[in-house]
């Protein structure tokens, strides 16, 4: 019996099988967990729906979601609702600004739109998920999780907007956890290592962010999803039942050296 057995969350932002939230669901899987999904379009419902085969879900467990519209986030509570009668977490994998502000010198690449949509869709989401979510999880000790990047603290090239958006993140999965703690609900983070992405793809010389990575991190090479999978199951199980408000790093501890050895 896996530690996440008769457990129920819903995953947002699975994109394929070498996306962070994919190893999420897997990890969770495999702990015995009910899994549920969103798609954020009809092009991505068919990729969803084959993902949510495979960890034993149906297709009446996949759901539409703009995470930019209110009314669809509403709306994939209100189906979850007929089909389960409780939640116990909710994964927020999530996260985007245009290709045109991620490449380049931050100053002459930042616009006001960029930073809304990067801020809307990479941090207010997860406020929008847990404001209209949180009413299935009471009584149920649930949990809440997001992904973050440690260029939230640091600069990184080309990161640029999704940097000070990821900041803003963090500072939500601080307030949340500080919000819905009365109810018994815990919000954290995981500040994971770069990671060879659908989304990491947008990024100017992301090949180069890898190599760097690996060359300054201690055990000298990046980490997998199934990494981040398995600390992100860990995360939203009883096992962290006193464990809110934090950001865990999952990175090959690469964030804790300021300077590589060469």
């Known amino acids: 019996m896996g530690f996440l057995e008769g457990k129920r969350y819903l995953i947002v932002g699975i994109a394929s099988k070498k996306s962070i939230a994919w190893g ?24 969803v729906v084959g993902a949510a085969e495979e960890f034993g879900s149906s297709e009446a467990l996949c759901f539409p979601c703009d995470v930019a519209s209110d009314e669809q986030i509403e709306a994939v509570f209100s189906g979850l609702a007929k089909q389960w ?9 999530v996260g985007f600004a ?28 997860l406020v929008a998920l847990a404001s209209a979510g949180h009413e299935m999880m009471k009584g149920r000790q649930g949990s809440i999780l997001t992904l973050t990047y440690h260029a939230s603290q640091q600069t990184v090239p080309n990161y640029n907007v999704m940097g000070l958006a990821k900041a803003s993140l963090e500072a939500g999965v ?4 500080a919000s819905l703690g009365p109810e018994g609900i815990r919000v954290n983070g995981i500040s994971a290592g770069p990671v060879r992405t659908l989304a990491a793809s947008g990024i100017k010389k992301f090949r180069s962010m890898l190599d760097a990575n690996a060359a300054k991190a201690p055990l000298r090479r990046n980490i997998t999803i199934e990494e981040v999978g398995n600390c992100a199951a860990f995360l939203c199980s009883d096992m962290a039942s006193g464990i809110t408000g934090e950001i865990t790093y999952v ?11 060469e």
């Open 24 to 47: 999420i669901a897997e990890a969770m899987h495999k702990q015995g967990a009910e899994l549920a999904f969103t798609y954020q379009n009809d092009k991505l419902k068919s990729r």
């Open 85 to 93: 009668d409780g939640l116990d977490g909710i994964v927020h994998a």
């Open 98 to 125: 245009p290709a045109e502000e991620l490449d380049g010198n931050f100053v002459d690449v930042a616009t006001r739109e960029g930073f809304r949509i990067a801020h809307d869709i990479s941090s207010y989401s």
């Open 174 to 177: 601080r307030y949340l956890a």
């Open 251 to 261: 990175d090959a501890g690469a964030n804790t050296v300021a300077m590589a050895d």
